[in-house]
């Protein structure tokens, strides 16, 4: 199973300023198979980023991932107010079974 | 517009059974493979299943393995998962979500709003 860490735990930004979240997983991660959620308190995910670099329909393109092979990165150039939330990342691209990092909190700071 | 919306969460004893639905609109649900992602209270995200769009492969996680099932009726646009012998453990609120690729388990691009299911005596 490939585990996913996510860093930091938190992270505490303005409005306006660049967010950088990192991804790192255990073992390569195949193809790049690796997708981005945001979550706000009580509401489902939201998907942002597939293949590790792509945006999914309707993200603003703020918003981006880079990354390969066992590191990972969702940037979020200029914050705005509707995107302190929870970030996931997740790994579909090995051993058919899915896991998700543990998640990064971005609080407005 | 894609509509996902689960059902049957409630509170049950350790032990006891509990069907989970999901109630799909909005696209061709016999096209697409179908996940259960669940969230324990407070805690992060964890997958715990998926079938294939057409109902052969089905995948689990293994604290689920031989406990849960997961199935589908294209015919009523449902998915189900059916769990048995349920613990504390499995306290948490249960989505169910889209996957987007045939080639099944992929990622997630809709999810529903979630049923909490409570394990406790």
């Known amino acids: 199973e490939i585990v996913l860490t996510q860093s930091p735990g938190t992270l505490s930004l303005s409005p306006g300023e660049r967010a950088t979240l990192s991804c790192r997983a255990s073992q390569s991660v195949s193809n790049n198979y690796l997708a981005w959620y945001q979550q706000k308190p009580g509401q489902a995910p939201r998907f942002l980023i597939y293949g590790a670099s792509s945006r999914a329909t309707g993200i603003p393109d703020r918003f981006s991932g880079s990354g390969s092979g066992t590191d990972f990165t969702l940037t979020i150039s200029r914050l705005e107010p509707e995107d302190f939330a929870v970030y996931y990342c997740?790994?579909?691209?090995?051993?058919?079974?899915?896991?998700f990092g543990q998640g990064t909190r971005l609080e407005i700071k | 517009q894609v509509q996902l919306v689960e059902s049957g969460g409630g509170v049950v004893q350790p032990g006891r059974s509990l069907r989970l639905s999901c109630a799909a609109s909005g696209f061709t649900f016999s096209s697409y493979p179908m996940h259960w992602v669940r969230q324990a209270p407070g805690k992060g995200l964890e997958w715990v299943a998926v079938i294939g769009y057409d109902g052969i492969i089905k995948l689990y996680t293994d604290s689920v393995k031989g406990r849960f099932t997961i199935s589908r009726d294209d015919s009523q646009n449902t998915l189900y998962l059916q769990m048995d012998s349920l613990r504390p453990e499995d306290t948490a609120l249960y989505y169910c979500a889209r996957d987007p690729l045939k080639g099944a388990p992929d990622y997630f691009d809709y999810w529903g709003q979630g049923t909490l299911v409570t394990v406790s005596s």
């Open positions: 997740q790994q579909y691209g090995t051993s058919r079974l899915i896991t």
